[in-house]
Each structure stands twice: as C-alpha cells, then as structure tokens.
C-alpha cells in the first residue's frame, strides 16, 4: 500500500525550513545550504525551466558620440543601459560594472572611432580594465600607415570577480594621422555597447 505524506513545510533540527511550498512556490533549501546532487543521479530541467542562472548581467551603450582626445586611452562612458538584472551596472557616475555575486564573467565590448573629417584613424586600441588596471588589450593597426577613417573592434573576455569591490570599465585609444581627436560613435548597440554575465563560480 503507497504512503502519502502532507505536509507544507520540513525543517531541518535547527528548525530551518529545508522544503517549503507556499503559494504554489516551492523553496528548497534554507540560507547557507548546499544543494547536492550525488554522483551517478541526474537532474533534469525542462527548456527554459531554470532562470537566474546567468545573473547579474547588464547591457549598455552610448547614447550619443564621446569625443575621446587623439592618442589617449580614455574611459568610455557607456551612459544607457538596455538591461541591468541586479543594478550593478553605473551608468551616471563611473560606468562601471561591479557585481554584486563573486563568480566568473564574460565580458562583452564593441567600439568604433571616427574623426568625422577626411583624415584617417591610424591605430585603435579598445581596452578592459580591472579595479583601474589594463587586463586585455585588443588592437587595430593599418600596417600601410595609409590607414582608415573607422577601425571597429569587439572583444570578449573572461574576468574573475570577487562579488563585492571588483569593478570593470572599458577604455579606448584611437590615433588619427592628423592629430585630430575622435569620437566613438554612439546611439545604439550597433555603434558601441558593453556588457557582461555571469558563467559559473
């Protein structure tokens, strides 16, 4: 003869509540808990079934062009934000990206400068920094010196982060053959955009 068991809630001997259906919700596990599942079992999640998994994550772009002086790499100033899960993303102050959940991000950038005149960009640098500090370099050269009026880069990148002062920004050198500054061009994500999520711990 089958047993049912009903019960809303099991708790664990601290009195912690371990199994809990409320409102058609049900929470498995108390805070601090790890959930195992043991070698040789399998767990299987429909598609779409798991959310939360890749989070925090955020999208930004420039809502308008940001002058960037020749030669220099400068921060740029990724103002509009598409998405921001866990608001961990500034987009008014220092535009940086600081998660609130330590783990492993892959870091997303694209750039485009352009002097606007009919002078070339010679060398275009695009830049992810960490807590202040240069940790992947992606460049374009024109090895002619002919050069071109816009270099576009997008880079990726995998940045650990310790989930609570880690910050990342992106910068961007662009170096004309006139000495005239340039912008990177903004007003949506097919002109610059930067992002990030989290993959795993």
């Known amino acids: 003869m089958a047993s049912i068991l009903k019960v809303d809630t099991i708790q664990d001997q601290s009195g912690n509540n ?9 929470t498995i596990g108390a805070s601090g ?18 959310t939360g998994q890749n989070y925090p994550a ?8 940001q002058s960037i ?12 934000e598409v998405f921001d899960t866990d608001s961990c993303y500034d987009n ?8 609130n959940v330590a783990g492993k991000y892959l870091v997303n950038c694209y750039t485009a400068p352009n002097t606007g005149t009919n002078t070339d960009i010679l060398r275009h640098y695009q830049a992810i920094y960490k807590n202040g500090s240069q940790v992947q370099l992606q460049n374009l050269d024109t ?17 650990s982060m310790n989930g609570s002062s880690d910050y990342i920004e992106i910068f961007a050198f662009a170096d004309s053959n006139s000495g005239n500054n340039a912008s990177i061009a903004g007003g949506s994500t097919e002109h610059s955009f930067f992002s990030a999520y989290r993959i795993g711990a």
């Open 18 to 26: 371990i199994i809990n259906e409320s409102a058609d919700t049900i």
């Open 33 to 50: 808990d790890t959930i195992t599942v043991p070698t040789g079992a399998s767990l299987t999640v429909p598609n779409g079934g798991l």
């Open 58 to 65: 955020f999208m930004a772009y420039l809502s308008s062009a």
């Open 69 to 80: 002086s020749d030669a220099t790499f400068t921060k740029i100033q990724f103002d509009t």
């Open 92 to 99: 008014t102050t220092n535009y940086r990206f600081t998660p």
């Open 143 to 159: 090895r002619d010196g002919g050069g071109f009026r816009v270099l576009s880069i997008s880079s990726s990148y995998i940045i």
